[in-house]
């Protein structure tokens, strides 16, 4: 797919920390219960960290104890990339930020009480936070 941001891997590195790079370029996968965005309550926006793409408002983050901010939905269906992953011997659903191609987390049918069913479980390394004002 032809993303509106593309940058050279050199960009990337000189841009991103080496913890946003390892998840956000490399769709590594940040420790459990240590992100900073985890326990965000704060009305506001969830932007990619990449590329500043809006992906997700506060109202749809809800608290999955998983250990990654989750939400129910994104800002507009096509903020996000959805790619088959059958990495770690299992298929699971990729998500990208659909500006940029950086990944985000993943996605699953298991949100249970919310009003789209789905967690979209993230990296708080991939993501800014606005508050709003």
Not at 13 to 20: H, V
Not at 108 to 130: A, E, I, K, Q, V
Request: hydrophobic share 30%.
């Amino acid at each position: 797919m032809a993303y509106e941001v593309q940058k050279t891997d050199e960009q990337w590195r000189a841009e991103l920390s080496p913890d946003q790079y390892a998840v956000l370029r490399q769709a590594g996968t940040e420790r459990a219960w240590t992100g900073e965005l985890l326990d965000e309550s704060r009305a506001g926006l969830y932007t990619c960290a990449a590329c500043g793409a809006e992906l997700f408002q506060s109202g749809t983050k809800f608290d999955s104890h998983c250990g990654w901010p989750s939400f129910y939905e994104s800002v507009r269906p096509e903020a996000v990339e959805l790619i088959e992953d059958r990495s770690h011997g299992m298929v699971r659903t990729e998500v990208r930020c659909a500006n940029c191609g950086s990944h985000l987390g993943h996605v699953f049918p298991d949100g249970f009480g919310t009003p789209t069913g789905d967690r979209y479980c993230m990296n708080s390394l991939s993501l800014s936070f606005t508050p709003e004002a």
